[in-house]
């Protein structure tokens, strides 16, 4: 099994005519995922890579009802709009890849998401990918570079990093692991899909043993995930690396979302929450392996 995507995900790339478009769906298609159809207003009834174009998502799902996953490709500018077409027309994933929108953009999409029951990731997401089922995204950058990293298995990722979900994969993989489902949620200061419901989606995935994730200052995802294993709704291994342990307050990291505001969103504070809730968070990524084995381990004589 894998969340969110598998191999019966049947996509629409909105904004597919554009440069970035055409890359993600070859390399996606490359991947094994179906792309059955793009969406450029105004380019309807044209074709691009062989799929066809439609004005809307509306008139997409008319001719496809089995999409059910959306990649947002567009100008942050136009991401709202997107994005709040794709959920009305029912698409039930949708990944946003621009970055940095509007703070006021991001909560009305995530609020739609929520009313409409849809699962946003991103913005600013580099991808989600379920290794031998589908992607949706650009996770890998490169075919080649995916295929090394990227193993089937039994471990999921959450990252607010997309390289270093990349690496986490890597890391994993060296040590004999392979990837249930990996998740890019985004950096932005708002993400549509918090780590808690990853989660908790984590948690029901029979043929996930364990999560490894990437976290960095800003936000309270890190802690939120903390909330979730005290209270017994995440139950499986967490094994995390947090970023940003000497960023100053007021100093922001990289990501938009990325940002310590006196003592809120500190990666001192997220380390002590997650080791407060029982997860093992790393000082190095070459630790990733050792503490998943040990983990499973446990786990394992415990039950």
């Not at 997107?82 to 621009?98: N, S, T």
């Not at 947090?242 to 504070?269: D, L, N, Q, Y």
Request: glycine share 14%.
């Amino acid at each position: 099994m894998s969340i969110l995507i598998d191999e019966n995900t049947r996509i629409v790339v909105q904004g597919m005519t554009g440069r970035e478009g055409r890359l993600r769906t070859n390399l996606m298609r490359e991947a094994g995922a179906v792309v059955l159809a793009g969406v450029t207003p105004g380019r309807g009834g044209e074709t691009s890579l062989g799929i066809p174009v439609y004005d809307t998502v509306a008139a997409a799902k008319a001719q496809h009802p089995t999409l059910d996953a959306s990649l947002i490709v567009v100008p942050s500018a136009a991401a709202k709009d997107a994005a709040l077409e794709a959920i009305a027309a029912g698409i039930r994933v949708v990944c946003l890849m621009p970055e940095r929108l509007p703070h006021h953009d991001a909560m009305e999409i995530i609020a739609h998401a929520r009313r409409a029951g849809a699962i946003v990731i991103g913005p600013n997401s580099p991808g989600l990918l379920a290794p031998g089922k589908s992607i949706i995204g650009g996770l890998g950058g490169r075919i080649d570079m995916m295929r090394i990293a990227f193993r089937e298995g039994r471990i999921g990722i959450i990252s607010r990093s997309g390289g270093n979900t990349m690496t986490l994969a890597y890391y994993l993989m060296k040590s004999g692991f392979g990837i249930s489902t990996a998740i890019g949620v985004g950096g932005d200061a708002f993400i549509g899909t918090s780590w808690r419901t990853l989660l908790e989606l984590f948690e029901e995935d029979d043929e996930t043993d364990a999560v490894v994730c990437y976290g960095e200052i800003g936000g309270t995802n890190e802690e939120d995930a903390a909330a979730a294993i005290r209270e017994g709704a995440y139950t499986k291994p967490l094994v995390a690396l947090i970023a940003g342990k000497h960023t100053r307050p007021g100093m922001r990291f990289g990501h938009a979302g990325a940002i310590v505001s006196g003592e809120f969103g500190s990666a001192a504070g997220k380390i002590a929450a997650l080791r407060g809730a029982g997860a093992t968070v790393l000082d190095h990524l070459d630790e990733i392996g050792p503490a998943v084995t040990t983990a499973l381990a446990t786990r394992k004589s415990r039950q």
